[in-house]
């Protein structure tokens, strides 16, 4: 009969060990369930006596086997069954073979002490010393000695051990420490790193070692203590940063045991030294390793003497890291039994903190603090609160509105407290700006100015912040005495507070609550600017309020001044009573249009209004159809001479065309822009582009006012350059994707929509360049052309190439008259350069951009160079540039000092084009003209003046240089040794080719 282990049931029939066996083997090992291995453990004394060999190692290898007590039992008697031998052999194996997991390997270890433990109760010690020695020994080796990962999975195996070390009986501890003591030491000692990090890991696991004698003992925890600071005191960063925090953990287990003096002697060093380590990891780790202590009675003293040395250079630290656990460290001590968080540090040293702070994840986890020193509880009581958010407020304005901001989104107020603290604020601002007995306005130098502004600030941020919690988890009527509070204060501040700062928090405001609240104060606004009482530095919170109230008014009011363009240059003036208005001054009427159009541009909130809502679109049509009619008003102005009189200024002409190109992007919808859309705004770009090439481009020449021309070129390219910025222009238009729709469209339409905007531009561009474009020109230009070489443009990249090879030419032609250096301003070439850069880069990133195109450019630059260096006159000498007063050439200051030799691509071509296309007797740079021995000096002498050059100025190639310079000198010296007429060479060539080479003269010379 089959026999049953005495944990089974005895009301459960004992099952078959033949068929527990064969089911094992079918499911092989994998997916045991938990019934299944206690059925197996029941029947443990006929399986390991009666099943084969091979089938126990199977189920020794099963890591599902041990995933409950009962398997971990009949793994022991499986390993003893199999020998300690093999089953140390077999888990060897699946180790390497990374076979089992971290946890799987816990269990492994749990196996062979349980096999420990099964024979020391028998007194079988012959099992007892074999796995001591065959495997705990080989165990501690690997976890010790082996690489990674296999130290650290066997170190995982060993984990068991020091539990039970600490939970069983002392002899096992004794048996551990033993084995340790052999061979831990000795890996503490080593100096591969590797290994000591394995040692540290075991070290601490195992901490503190324990010996039968207590003398022994003292000596021992001596040694230990003595190993665990200078773990601490490692060079090996990762070492360093585990030994802090298991060292404080370890102190804090085993205070009461430890010698005082040393234990002391570590605290200190960690909160003197490691606070203040040069790795981040490092501090960060005091601070984690001090949250484990936080809480220990016993270590009270330990803990507080940490946290007032640690916590300082904590929270001012540089690195965030850092400073998130200093926080997380001081939040533990809001709930502290025995330390006070203002025992550490002072309330004004927390705000000024808060105040200091610039990272949100930072801030969040500092709120909890800040609400120690500001608590909001359930009743709020004014005279209680009110003294204490002045006293924040006058240490630091900012750390107060952080503080509230954060409150509603981290979950720590309630909506009912956010309703009650709003009206608070509100209440207070109010008390100080109304004015009583007819007394003026508080003056906003006093402080109840000041503070009510505060208040103000506070109210407001807690409302956006908690808004969502006002709104649905509140009583309408308890948002709406917020409104109506609000209301109340804004209509104060209008009022009395125009020429104020207060008046933006108004704006502000008014631009979140609704406007129910807010109509005596719209119209109030609104008769304002209609009437021109607003002051010029209150007009734009006046603009953003009235947009708030009623768009439709201020929309009125700017297309009553763009009537101004329709009247004077529409196809029938209109003769109307809105004429009569501003028929004394109409460019004021429409320059005050345009400044409110201005204001509302720029403005964040108002400009996000107009981009997000399409209620605005129609009227935006409106104010573009009127606008255009600036083109009109620019053909005008180019047609007449220099000195005649103008309806409208050249400024104004100007800002109404920037608004020109600017509104048709504000009447795209932005979330769900449709295909009428898109082809408004792309036909808006082209007929822009086509005025600007057929009417002004092509007439650079012949217009008579070419200041005002210029000005016109700048400011349409700057406008340009938004416009891409603002909308994607792509190279396939939207109107053209479906096939379908394409083949119904005329052969006319498909021409035009072949043309897309940037090819337009880009022949815009290029018109706009020639050797006469005015370096005023050149510079937005070449932004634009920036812009034109993105990946979506691809039509226009060959275009921008070729005047990238055209800028050598043009740069040449600027600088070619001495009169152009007052024209071409060291402003201007700052631009130009900046300019340069970042147009050769973009244009070197198109597919356009080949090598022989780069070789073209690079060759004009160096032949433009040469020729900079070369004197106009037979009888000067070429200067030399290692003299310190040596001033190079406009030309090769620009184009080699400031561009080329900035970028090491670029010089390592440069040169390359030298030594090809002007170095070698047989370049086409000697073969041109007479090659009389005068004029082939002069060409080695300009060469040599610009090799010294680079010798002077180079950061890189200084080899090839050295190498075309001795180049250079052999050449010479042939000259001097063979030339026939060298007697007839100009005195000053032959000293400057002796200066620049460091050459002696000919003997008859």
Same mark, same amino acid.
């Given at each position: ?27 092989g090992g994998r997916g045991l369930p938990k019934t299944f291995i206690k059925k197996l453990w029941a029947v443990e004394d006929d399986l390991t006596s009666n099943a084969n060999p091979s089938v126990l190692r199977m189920m020794y290898c099963s890591p599902a086997l041990l995933t ?43 196996? #062979?002490?349980?096999?420990?433990? $099964? ?40 984990? %068991? ?41 075991? #070290? ?12 022994? =003992? ?58 203040? +380590? ?23 003293s330990v803990y507080e003497y940490g946290m007032k040395c640690a916590s300082v250079p904590g929270v001012q630290d540089t690195s965030e890291r850092v400073r998130l656990a200093a926080y997380q460290t001081l939040v533990s001590l809001k709930n502290h039994k025995y330390l006070s968080? #203002? ?5 004004? +040293? ?19 603090? =800040? ?169 734009? %919170? ?140 792309? $036909? ?53 994707? +479906? ?79 001495? +009169?152009?250096?007052?024209? #071409? ?166 000293? @400057?080719? @002796? ?11």
């Amino acid at each position: 009969m089959t026999k049953s282990n005495p944990v089974t049931p005895s009301k459960q029939e004992p099952e078959d060990w033949n068929e527990l066996l064969s089911e094992f083997v079918k499911k092989g090992g994998r997916g045991l369930p938990k019934t299944f291995i206690k059925k197996l453990w029941a029947v443990e004394d006929d399986l390991t006596s009666n099943a084969n060999p091979s089938v126990l190692r199977m189920m020794y290898c099963s890591p599902a086997l041990l995933t409950c007590p009962e398997g971990v039992k009949l793994g022991a008697e499986i390993l003893v069954k199999i020998g300690i031998g093999n089953g140390l052999t077999l888990l060897e194996k699946q180790i390497i073979r990374n076979d089992v997991t971290d946890a799987e390997c816990q269990r492994y270890g749990e196996v #062979f002490h349980m096999a420990w433990q $099964n024979a020391f109760k028998d007194s079988n010690f012959d099992i007892t010393e074999e796995l001591e020695t065959e495997a705990f020994a080989v165990f501690c080796q690997h976890a010790l000695f082996a690489h990674k990962p296999i130290c650290t999975k066997f170190q995982k195996v060993i984990a %068991p051990f020091a539990f039970a070390k600490k939970k069983d009986s002392a002899n096992f501890g004794l048996t551990i420490t033993r084995i340790l003591n052999g061979c831990l030491y000795r890996a503490l000692d080593s100096i591969n790193p590797i290994v000591k990090a394995s040692g540290a890991e075991v #070290f601490f696991t195992f901490f503190p070692f324990v010996e039968s004698d207590s003398e022994e =003992m003292s000596e021992d925890m001596e040694r230990q203590l003595r190993y665990m600071l200078l773990l601490l005191q490692c060079e090996v960063v990762s070492i360093r940063t585990m030994a802090v925090k298991r060292a404080l953990q370890a102190l804090t287990q085993y205070w009461m045991i430890l010698p005082k003096h040393k234990a002391k002697e570590i605290g200190c060093f960690i909160y003197d030294k490691l606070t203040r +380590d040069s790795v981040v990891g490092v501090r960060v780790a005091v601070f984690e390793g001090m949250l484990k202590i936080a809480y220990e009675p016993l270590c009270v003293s330990v803990y507080e003497y940490g946290m007032k040395c640690a916590s300082v250079p904590g929270v001012q630290d540089t690195s965030e890291r850092v400073r998130l656990a200093a926080y997380q460290t001081l939040v533990s001590l809001k709930n502290h039994k025995y330390l006070s968080l #203002f025992e550490i540090h002072e309330r004004d +040293d927390l705000i000024a903190v808060l105040e200091m702070e610039n990272v949100e994840d930072c801030r969040q986890q500092f709120i909890p603090i =800040m609400h120690a020193i500001l608590p909001i509880g359930e009743g709020l009581d004014e005279q209680y609160y009110h003294p204490r958010v002045d006293n924040v407020l006058s240490k630091s304005r900012l750390a107060l509105l952080t503080y509230f901001r954060l409150l509603g989104p981290m979950g720590i107020i309630k909506p009912n407290q956010t309703a009650e603290l709003i009206t608070m604020f509100i209440t207070w601002a109010y008390r100080y700006l109304r004015s009583k007995d007819g007394l003026p306005p508080v003056p906003e130098t006093e402080d109840k100015y000041k503070k009510a502004r505060a208040y103000l600030e506070c109210a407001l941020i807690l409302y956006m912040s908690c808004k969502k919690m006002l709104t649905y988890d509140c009583e309408p009527k308890v948002k709406g005495k917020c409104d109506q509070l609000f209301g109340k204060v804004v209509k104060e501040i209008f009022d009395k507070y125009v020429n104020t700062p207060i008046l933006g928090t108004a704006t502000a405001i008014s631009s979140v609550i609704p406007k129910e609240y807010l109509k005596t104060i719209g119209s109030d606004v609104l008769a304002r600017l209609a009437d021109d009482e607003v002051p010029a530095e209150a007009l734009e %919170p006046f603009l953003e309020s009235a947009l708030h109230f009623n768009p439709e008014s201020i929309f009125d009011s700017i297309n009553t001044g763009l009537e101004v363009l329709v009247d004077m240059f529409g196809d029938k003036p209109k003769q109307n009573k809105k004429k009569k208005r501003y028929a004394e001054n109409p460019e004021e009427e429409l320059t005050k249009s345009l400044n409110r159009l201005k204001y509302i541009i720029q403005s964040h909130s108002t400009s996000s209004l107009l981009a997000k809502s399409d209620d605005f679109k129609r009227r935006i049509l409106e104010s573009v159809e009127k606008i255009d009619l600036v083109r009109e008003a620019i053909d005008i102005r180019l047609a007449k001479a220099v000195g005649d009189e103008h309806a409208l200024r050249d400024e104004t002409l100007l800002t109404a065309l920037e608004f020109r190109f600017i509104l048709p992007v504000y009447a795209v919808s932005e979330n769900h822009e449709d295909e009428d859309e898109r082809k408004m705004i792309i $036909n808006s770009a082209k007929t822009l582009l086509n005025w600007f090439r057929v009417n002004i481009a092509d007439k650079m020449i012949d217009f008579a006012d070419q200041n005002f021309s210029i000005k016109l070129s700048v400011t349409f390219l700057n406008c340009l350059n938004v416009l891409f910025s603002a909308y994607d222009y792509k190279t396939r238009p939207m109107e053209n994707e +479906d096939e379908e729709d394409e083949e119904k469209q005329n052969e006319t339409v498909e021409k035009e929509d072949e043309t897309t905007v940037a090819t337009m531009a880009s022949r815009v561009v290029k018109s706009l360049i020639s050797s006469c474009t005015p370096s005023e020109i050149m510079v937005p230009a070449l932004r634009i052309g920036a812009t034109l070489c993105e990946d979506s443009y691809n039509e226009a990249h060959y275009t921008m190439a070729a005047i990238l090879r055209f800028i050598p030419k043009w740069l040449n032609k600027q600088l070619i008259v001495e +009169d152009d250096e007052e024209e #071409f301003s060291e402003q201007s070439e700052r631009e130009f350069i900046e300019g340069l850069r970042q147009f050769h880069k973009r244009v070197c990133e198109t597919d356009s951009w080949d090598e022989e195109m780069s070789s073209t450019t690079i060759d004009h630059f160096a032949s433009f160079c040469v020729m900079a260096l070369t004197p106009n006159n037979d009888d000067e000498e070429f200067d030399d540039p290692l003299r310190e007063d040596y001033n190079p050439p406009r030309y090769v200051s620009i184009a080699l000092l400031k561009f080329i030799l900035k970028d090491k691509a670029l010089t390592g071509d440069f040169i390359n084009q030298i030594m090809t296309n002007h170095l070698p007797e047989d370049s086409k740079y000697f073969k041109e003209g007479e090659q009389t021995t005068e004029r082939k000096l002069t060409k080695l002498a300009a060469l040599a003046q610009m090799f010294r050059i680079l010798e002077k100025y180079s950061k890189t190639h200084s080899n090839l240089i050295k190498e075309m310079i001795q180049i250079v000198t052999t050449r010479v010296l042939e000259c001097f040794t063979s030339a026939p007429d060298l007697n007839t060479v100009n005195c000053q060539i032959m000293n @400057s080719v @002796s200066s620049l080479l460091d050459v002696n003269l000919p003997d008859d010379s």
